[in-house]
């Protein structure tokens, strides 16, 4: 087996429960987790854990060592009386209630109940008001019915009609009814003030697909009124393509309104934005939607009242599976889980617009984060996510990462901002008394680093100003300095700064002649910030040739001149101004003096999240191509990669890493700094191991090697002990790949194998060596007109194959094949065929490259 090397530091412990962090692998796939005020429980395939919020494990439960004869499928936990409320499907179905505090602890059990789906279905349950609200599609209903079952009340108190565990309302079933046979319940919350009840549905007919938004009002005390006041609304899903199916949902914690965000899916996996995100407001629905009703009433077809539409779409993603809201400051903070393994932080400002998406957490495989994602009830700082067997819990405000002011500011999170004093990015709450430095709402994705420069009017002077894309919550200790060479450029009276801005006044001399390259450092407490600066004549960026003025703006703005659209021409700017982005002050319509790039193919043009050395771009009219730029949903700030060789018609490249899996779109980008064409390449998980055929090589090497695993396409090349081997393959029908094994004598020192995948080394182990196989004499006998060869061998691990042998017989002149029939520990048994007359003997024997004996 191939194993993943593990560095451990400090004391390795055992202990009863394994604690590895925030993260906790469980031994069956996890079907479902919730979280209480005081505790979290997950549901395995055969267990119940508890645990507490840290992930410690305090308690667990066996369900069954049958999986298929007992499925948990109800988990609700409810504080107000300190249970947690589980329903299965042993026998006829059964429910209990547990004490939350000790789930070993039994304190009721009823049998011969079915209240959560009998099959593998979705379903929601919550406690609405004092009942047990559950949501499936119905599967005890015959084909024969008009009507099946999608909500039903159960009482959770003996005091309630029909005692605990009933669905007996007022003179009828407290349930709601669906003239609709294919329904998926997919999500639902309970709204405590005022108190109602929402349920989100995806409905299928034979004419289309639907979203369903139900609402009750669950603060009235009988049942059936809950049932009764059921309100319906359709949920359409976007402008841009039908996407007519609800994937997860969140509510969005508002004093006022509510406010609703689902994940809807187009249903198409090869588009790129196949999911969508979108807001809603669903404080008012009203109406009937066509075949929803309450229990027992004889319509159950009208149609009511509006559709919804929804307030933003705010994230567009191949992939989204699960979504989760809170609010922190005056910022909506959603976290997005990804099918591929991903767990996405966006933030939302008080108007729906989005900041740059930040990635907090990539699997390394393809494993998908559940659609049920809950926050620590506590503090609301962590985030629990469950892939597959593993669940995690993950900080949401993850700052302390950032070790500098500059990396502080490019995570592009408002939450984060650099603490003066303690000289680390922290929260606002964590940097009490001191300087807290960070990104203004407006600024989210301009660079930190701006400047400008003018003549002054009154002097000989020019001014150059440096302004910093930050505000701080009190006068941070705050100076310049501007050097060209080793001599200051100003200083003195000449020389000002007031937080946030820089500005330095120097003798036009030393511009108006061959430009200036300044050196620009900024102190912030101890933290420094430094950039080199290119300043120029801005009245002589000129460029006469045919097509230029893209090429001469870029120049302008980049050199802190000011672009006339007007004229176009740059021109000195007339004192501090605004920040100018050169894609909306150099949006020119010019006639390009190249022919326009075109892009054929990418190959490969799937990669690993480490990147790729040495990708081709096989196109037209390449000649012009500067460098590839590539851009991902999850980018703010596209990455760019130069051209290090080329042809007449393919550009070689490397492709950077990631940060996130997905597809990003990829163009080749000309001297005008504009960019052409529109390919695609999709990221994909690092290769892993899963184990190595054979597991030993002899000593001399040569031996093929195979490697299983996944992803293994995205390796490119191996070594052995640090020993690079060239020579490897892929075979993409078994997945497998394969490398020939180094010479190696210093057996231990060669027993770790790396995969190399762009610019990172994986790490695995083991290969063992022996020596090689030795050989000690043969002996012959005929059978027929065949002479059968047993060949000798001293006994070793290698378990040699016949593939990996071949045997050539040496009679005088002639030389003969040794069909291999099988290799034992001591011996290889072969056979010269005599077809053409019987072979009596052989005077030598050579045994493929090693040995060759008499």
């Not at 393509?241 to 508002?254: D, F, G, M, Q, Y």
């Not at 042809?647 to 005008?672: A, M, Q």
Request: net charge negative.
């Amino acid at each position: 087996m191939c194993k993943m090397r593990r560095y451990l530091l400090g004391i390795l412990a055992l202990l009863k429960y394994c604690i590895c962090g925030d993260v906790q692998d469980f031994d069956g796939d996890i079907k479902d987790f919730v979280v209480s005020k005081s505790k979290l429980f997950v549901l395995t395939d055969h267990r119940l854990h508890q645990m507490r919020h840290d992930l410690y494990e305090e308690k667990r439960k066996d369900i069954t060592n049958a999986p298929d004869l007992n499925r948990v499928n109800i988990l609700v936990p409810y504080d107000v009386n300190d249970t947690l409320i589980t329903c299965g499907t042993f026998e006829e179905g059964y429910c209990e209630v547990l004490d939350i505090n000790d789930i070993t602890n039994s304190i009721y059990n009823e049998s011969n109940i079915l209240v959560g789906p009998k099959q593998n279905e979705k379903y929601v349950a919550f406690i609405a008001g004092r009942y047990l609200l559950v949501g499936k599609k119905d599967d005890e209903a015959k084909a024969e019915d008009a009507r099946y079952s999608v909500v039903t009340l159960w009482s959770t108190l003996d005091s309630q009609p029909g005692g605990i565990f009933s669905r007996i309302a007022e003179g009828s079933d407290a349930i709601i009814e669906s003239t609709v046979r294919d329904v998926e319940v997919v999500d639902g919350f309970q709204r405590v003030s005022p108190s109602e009840s929402y349920l989100f549905l995806n409905t299928k007919t034979d004419d289309e697909r639907k979203v369903l938004v139900l609402r009750m009002d669950s603060s009235k005390e009988r049942k059936i009124d809950i049932i009764k006041s059921l309100q319906a609304s359709t949920i359409r899903c976007c402008s841009d393509k039908v996407r007519p199916v609800l994937v997860a949902s969140t509510v969005i914690p508002s004093v006022n309104d509510v406010i609703w965000a689902g994940v809807f899916s187009s249903q198409n996996q090869e588009d790129p934005e196949n999911s969508a995100l979108a807001l809603y407001d669903i404080s008012n629905v009203r109406g009937q939607v066509k075949g929803f009703c309450a229990y027992g009433e004889k319509l159950c077809g009208s149609e009511s009242g509006g559709e919804l539409q929804p307030l933003s779409v705010v994230f567009r993603y191949s992939s989204m599976s699960a979504v989760a809201a809170t609010r922190i400051e005056s910022w909506i903070v959603l976290f997005i889980g990804t099918n591929d393994g991903q767990l996405i932080k966006l933030m939302l400002d008080e108007k729906y617009t989005p900041g740059c998406p930040i990635m907090l957490y990539k699997s390394n495989d393809e494993r998908a984060v559940l659609p049920r994602m809950h926050f620590d009830p506590v503090d609301f700082k962590h985030i629990y996510i469950a892939l597959k067997k593993q669940l995690r819990r993950v900080s949401v405000v993850p700052c302390a990462k950032y070790s500098t002011l500059k990396d502080c500011r490019a995570a592009l999170d408002p939450l984060c901002g650099w603490c003066v004093n303690t000289l680390r990015c922290s929260t606002q709450y964590e940097c009490s008394k001191s300087s807290w430095l960070s990104t203004p709402k407006n600024s989210l994705q301009e660079m930190l680093f701006y400047f400008q420069v003018w003549p002054e009017k009154t002097s000989s002077k020019i001014t150059l100003r440096i302004s910093l894309s930050l505000e701080s919550t009190e006068n941070p200790a705050f100076s310049c300095t501007f050097t060209t060479g080793s001599v200051k450029l100003c200083d003195g009276s000449d020389l000002r700064a007031v937080f946030p801005n820089c500005s330095c006044n120097f003798s036009d001399q030393l511009i108006y002649t061959t430009g200036l390259n300044i050196s620009a450092e900024v102190a912030l407490g101890e933290q420094k910030i430094k950039e080199k600066l290119e300043l120029k004549n801005c009245l002589n960026i000129k460029d006469n040739s045919p097509g230029a003025s893209y090429t001469q703006c870029v120049q302008c703005i980049s050199s802190g001149c000011h672009w006339s659209s007007s004229s176009q021409r740059c021109e000195w700017a007339d004192g501090p101004g605004p920040k100018l982005n050169i894609q909306d002050a150099c949006n020119v319509n010019v006639q390009m003096e190249y022919e326009k790039p075109e892009i054929l193919s990418l190959e490969p043009n799937k990669v690993s999240f480490h990147g790729r050395n040495r990708v081709s771009l096989k196109g037209r009219n390449l000649e012009s191509v500067t460098k590839i730029r590539i851009q991902g949903d999850l980018d703010c700030i596209p990455k760019e990669s130069p051209v290090f060789d080329r042809s007449s018609d393919t550009l070689w490249f490397h492709i950077p890493p990631s940060e996130t899996k997905g597809i990003v779109k990829v163009c080749v980008v000309t001297p005008d700094d504009r960019c052409h064409g529109n390919s695609i390449i999709t990221y994909g998980s690092q290769p892993s191991c899963t184990g190595i055929q054979p597991t030993v090589s002899w000593s001399s090497g040569g031996r093929k090697i195979h490697v299983q695993g996944s992803n293994l396409e995205f390796v490119e090349s191996v070594s052995v002990n640090n020993r690079i081997q060239d020579q490897t393959q892929y075979n993409t029908s078994s997945g497998d790949m394969w490398f020939n094994s180094p010479r190696c004598y210093d057996y231990y020192q060669c027993r770790s194998i790396t995969l190399h995948v762009g610019n990172s080394s994986l790490n695995y182990e083991y290969l063992s060596y022996e020596s090689d196989p030795v050989f000690i004499g043969f002996t012959t006998f005929q059978v027929a007109n065949d002479l059968q060869v047993n060949i000798k061998k001293r006994a070793d691990m290698l378990h040699l194959s016949v593939n990996e042998v071949t045997v050539t017989g040496q009679q005088g002149d002639q030389q003969y094949q040794c069909v291999l029939e099988e290799i034992q520990s001591k011996a290889v048994i072969c056979k010269i065929k005599g077809e053409s007359g019987a072979v009596t003997a052989v005077d030598e024997l050579k045994v493929s490259l090693f040995l060759i004996f008499t």
